[in-house]
């Protein structure tokens, strides 16, 4: 089955394409067809399209809406001069798969979407609003594309963590503004810390309810995840995207009063302060130069630059605290895995976050820290340490089109249909 991975943000669409099946999932041999990201719709867009074993074409053109975006990857996958196996024709690609970053309450594992499900996702916007609203384009303009025939799954951001229990999803707040509005925590990057949940328990070869693990996801957001048992038992992230660790221009946990207290000082709506933690905090809010961790580093080593210096040891420090409180939540755990692109690239602030766990037996190797980068995979901690250290670049994109295959499999043998190549 080729599947059509799909993620689309405000102004972008990122896309696989992936061939896979029950057989080829199994022997962890899914093919990854062909890959690309078109930014800056609605103008003159960057295009970034790559066929397997084939090098990266990039060049500009105008793209008015999501749907042309879509249209344009199709296009170019079935062009002939693009060169991505398996795909000939419109044909040729059996399924899509989206990512959808907030399915609320309601979506607690991956679906086919119907019309129902749908608006199950429209009824998510205003806990999403920022994100839900261009899911929807996208599945409207891949529906559009590609006809009614071909299946689309949803994957969700929030469903990992619906296994959270009350006492840990529940906000200290009056409870009847839980029931009337559904306000809780859901977290996200769900499918990358059920990724790497996998990979780990892959690597170690045991079973999902041997799988006790600590799960960071660095990347221009990043998130925590206590897992016990396999399940999400606690996440950084909350009713938003914004709580838990320092970002890239988010300003994870803060005070509450501090928005009225802005507003106040500042002249600034809510909603501009709530812009402000979004769009202006983080890294690039305390360095003032940047939300990139690499040039952070640069800026500091070249130029011992104070700030940058700080916005390092604050990141760092923000996530060390939260391998304590998850360590407490689990019971102890046996692994710590680092992943986004952060987590995977950087043994700095690797070494920087497991600097001063030594007391719980979290000892990184500093060779292997710095041998793994670069989707490199593997063990960084030194042998025999207590608690061990993984490097597991994650791969949302091969999780969604794998979930893609079982929905369309099972919906199959519910109907009696008969199922693609």
Not at 108 to 122: C, P
Request: glycine content about 10%; some cysteine; charged content about 25%.
């Amino acid at each position: 089955m080729n599947v059509l991975v799909l993620n689309c943000g405000s102004s972008s669409v990122k896309f696989q394409l992936i061939a896979t099946d029950l057989d080829l999932i199994a022997q962890d041999a899914d093919r990854k067809l062909a890959r690309g990201v078109i930014e800056r719709i609605g103008g003159e867009a960057i295009i970034t399209f790559q066929a397997e074993g084939q090098p990266a074409q990039r060049f500009t053109a105008p793209v008015r809406d999501h749907r042309a975006a879509v249209e344009q990857i199709i296009r170019w996958a079935c062009a002939p001069e693009s060169n991505v196996s398996e795909i000939h024709s419109v044909g040729d690609i059996n399924a899509v798969g989206h990512r959808v970053v907030h399915g609320g309450e309601r979506f607690t594992q991956s679906v086919i979407i119907t019309d129902e499900v749908l608006r199950g996702i429209e009824d998510c916007i205003d806990l999403a609003p920022l994100h839900n609203p261009a899911n929807i384009r996208g599945i409207i303009a891949a529906r559009e594309s590609l006809g009614p025939g071909v299946p689309q799954v949803a994957v969700f951001d929030t469903a990992f963590h619906q296994t959270l229990p009350e006492h840990a999803y529940l906000y200290a707040i009056p409870y009847q503004l839980y029931r009337r509005h559904r306000i809780r925590r859901y977290g996200f990057h769900g499918t990358s810390h059920r990724y790497v949940a996998y990979r780990y328990r892959t690597l170690r070869g045991i079973a999902r309810e041997e799988t006790n693990v600590i799960s960071l996801h660095l990347g221009n957001g990043c998130s925590a995840t206590a897992i016990k048992r396999g399940q999400s038992l606690d996440t950084s992230m909350g009713l938003t995207p914004l709580e838990g660790l320092v970002m890239g221009t988010r300003s994870g946990d803060i005070d509450p009063a501090i928005v009225d207290f802005l507003a106040a000082k500042e002249g600034l709506t809510t909603q501009e302060v709530e812009m402000l933690l979004n769009k202006q905090s983080g890294l690039l809010g305390i360095s003032g130069l940047t939300n990139d961790m690499r040039e952070l580093l640069d800026e500091a080593r070249e130029h011992n630059d104070r700030r940058a210096r700080l916005a390092i040891e604050i990141f760092c420090y923000r996530a060390r605290k939260y391998i304590g409180a998850y360590l407490a939540a689990v019971g102890g755990a046996d692994a710590v895995i680092f992943t986004g692109g952060i987590g995977e690239n950087s043994p700095e602030i690797r070494a920087r976050i497991c600097e001063g766990l030594e007391w719980f037996g979290l000892e990184l190797d500093p060779e292997k820290n710095a041998a793994h980068k670069n989707g490199r995979e593997g063990l960084i901690s030194r042998d025999g340490a207590k608690l061990a250290a993984y490097v597991i670049p994650t791969d949302e994109e091969l999780l969604i089109a794998r979930d893609t295959v079982r929905c369309v499999r099972a919906a199959m043998e519910r109907t009696g249909a008969p199922k693609p190549a």
